[in-house]
């Protein structure tokens, strides 16, 4: 299996398509035993997409070129041996206190990424925690 994670930028508002995305996105990845999660805060979604290496790639490949995000930085891609959000299709989150746990969570998964990536991460975490 794979794991892969990245952030893009929204085209628009998130929140106006926030619920198609997670509608699509669970009738979708349910069928093709995708699981992750979808972070957004309004200008910027975070995800993390974990399943059998063809059918994530493939997933995406979609969701790379959907004409709702843009700028789109892939932040890790690893193999993996068990899931970390096994239980979701994709689970939806905002910022919160909830949220912060799982951007912790997230942050261990970038952790072996190069400097760069990692503060990426960083820097898109502190602002969502200040948001
Ligand atoms: C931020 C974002 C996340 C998305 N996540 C997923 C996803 O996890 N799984 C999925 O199938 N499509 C996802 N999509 C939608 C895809 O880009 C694409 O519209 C969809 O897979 C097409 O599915 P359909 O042919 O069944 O309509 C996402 C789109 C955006 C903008």
Redesign the pocket.
């Known amino acids: 299996m794979i794991q892969i994670v990245y952030i893009?930028t929204?085209r628009g508002d998130t929140r106006t398509?926030r619920g198609n995305?997670l509608m699509?996105?669970r009738?979708?990845?349910d069928r093709?035993g995708?699981s992750?999660l979808?972070y957004?805060d309004g200008k910027r979604?975070l995800?993390v997409?974990e399943g059998e290496v063809g059918i994530v790639e493939a997933?995406f490949a979609?969701?790379k070129?959907?004409p709702?995000?843009r700028a789109v930085v892939i932040l890790s891609r690893r193999e993996i041996e068990a899931r970390e959000f096994g239980d979701w299709a994709?689970a939806s989150l905002s910022p919160g206190v909830e949220a912060n746990d799982v951007m912790v969570r997230v942050g261990r998964l970038v952790a072996r990424a190069s400097a760069n990536v990692r503060a990426t991460f960083e820097s898109f975490a502190q602002v969502r925690a200040a948001a």
């Open positions: 893009s929204a398509e995305i699509t996105s009738r979708n990845n093709d995708i992750g979808l957004d979604f995800q997409l997933a979609r969701i070129t959907d709702r995000h994709m």
